[in-house]
């Protein structure tokens, strides 16, 4: 089981990043997944979740209405679009599945600054 996040970056504050998670060693279209969030010194913060099918999702307050996470299931890939993005979205982002046990990636390094 894998998950390879990829897309982070540096951009300026109100700019955008389109990250992606490639998940391999399970049946991706029947588990929900997750784009959480770790900065230095705070607890792992969920930012979003999408069902089985894409039909449903939820966000944390502090992305509404600026990020969007969506899948390709033919493609074994979720995506989270961040737009509008603020210094306080830096920070390290992870994709996660919840297997039998919980499945992590290895993180995307995303810094929004000036």
């Known amino acids: 089981v894998q998950l390879v996040e990829s897309g982070g970056g540096l951009v300026q504050p109100g700019g955008s990043l389109r990250l992606s998670c490639v998940a391999s060693?399970?049946?991706?279209?029947?588990?929900?997944m997750r784009w959480y969030r770790q900065v230095p010194g705070k607890e792992r913060e969920l930012v979003a979740v999408?069902?089985?099918?894409?039909?449903?999702?939820n966000y944390a307050d502090s992305v509404k209405g600026r990020f969007t996470i969506s899948r390709d299931n033919a493609k074994n890939t979720v995506y989270l679009q961040m737009d509008s993005l603020q210094p306080d979205d830096t920070g390290v982002y992870y994709c996660?599945?919840?297997?039998?046990?919980?499945?992590w990636g290895q993180g995307t390094q995303v810094t929004v600054s000036s």
């Open positions: 060693g399970f049946s991706f279209s029947s588990y929900n």
């Open positions: 996660n599945v919840r297997l039998i046990a919980t499945v």
């Open positions: 999408i069902s089985v099918g894409g039909s449903s999702t």
